[in-house]
């Protein structure tokens, strides 16, 4: 898909991933529509976009609720006259053993992370079927890959976004619409560091490796069947270093920890 003159939908596109991608696809020369719940992180995505010179608009909207999906939508089909792409972002997190999570907590993590997914595309179909043509990635994880503990809303979450993916695509595939999931390892955002606090977080990929596989996918630079899910784990590498050298250090410092004194005294023989 052309990039230049694509309008694309991007929900939670304040901040993170989704910002990220944003950026990006308004250097294209696409027509970003940014929306979420809050204001403000909207419009300074929109402000940055803007300062570009690219086209952006920012559309407050509850992805839970599907009376203000249908009005952003058709804001943006008043406005642009189409939706070729629509990339699902929004998303919560909850940290909490399964026995420890409340049924509200549940259902808002399912409703925003898996029922917003749904309604989104819902909202979209109807012009992207009319066209011929449409691209929509939803933004999974790794943990809707591999469950772990403490994240078991999340994952059920995750792994929903997967499985409806892979249905969508096999029902849009004679429509031309092609229907993708992404599967971020820990990336560096607000909902990653406030899970795993900014120790961690800093060390987790940036926001704009997913957002470059996410461009990848719309335009056909990366080759992937509709239906399938793009895991981009380079953090893992990352990580997995941060921790090595951690441990480097800690047995650097108990092996010469004895040495220091001898140390000291030959420091002070060359002076």
């Not at 694509?6 to 529509?33: C, D, K, N, P, S």
């Not at 997914?117 to 990635?137: D, H, P, R, T």
């Not at 080759?223 to 250090?249: M, P, Y």
Request: contains cysteine; aromatic residues 4%.
């Amino acid at each position: 898909m052309e990039l230049k003159g694509a309008v694309v939908i991007i929900t939670g596109g304040g901040t993170g991933i989704g910002r990220a991608t944003a950026l990006l696809l308004a250097e294209r020369g696409a027509r970003v529509i940014v929306c979420g719940r809050r204001p403000g992180p909207l419009a300074e995505t929109v402000r940055l976009i803007e300062q570009r010179a690219g086209d952006a608009l920012a559309v407050p909207t509850d992805v839970r609720e599907w009376a203000q999906l249908r009005e952003m939508v058709n804001a943006v089909l008043e406005r642009f006259g189409k939706v070729d792409v629509l990339v699902n972002n929004a998303a919560i997190s909850i940290a909490k053993p399964i026995m420890d999570t409340t049924m509200e907590e549940w259902d808002e993590m399912l409703d925003t992370n898996l029922k917003g997914v749904f309604l989104c595309c819902k909202a979209v179909l109807s012009s992207m079927m009319e066209a011929g043509n449409g691209v929509i990635v939803n933004i999974s994880s790794i943990l809707g890959k591999t469950g772990i503990a403490n994240m078991g809303a999340y994952c059920a979450s995750k792994f929903g976004v997967i499985g409806l993916t892979q249905a969508l695509a096999e029902e849009l595939k004679p429509r031309g619409i092609r229907v993708y999931a992404v599967c971020p390892g820990s990336t560096y955002t607000d909902l990653h560091r406030g899970i795993v606090g900014e120790e961690i977080a800093k060390v987790a990929m940036p926001p704009e490796k997913v957002a470059a596989k996410i461009i990848g996918l719309v335009t056909g630079d990366i080759r992937l069947a509709s239906g399938g899910a793009l895991v981009v784990d380079e953090q893992s590498v990352r990580l997995a270093f941060h921790e090595a050298k951690g441990k480097w250090r800690q047995v650097a410092r108990v092996c010469l920890k004895p040495a220091l004194p001898i140390l000291h005294r030959m420091r002070n023989l060359v002076r």
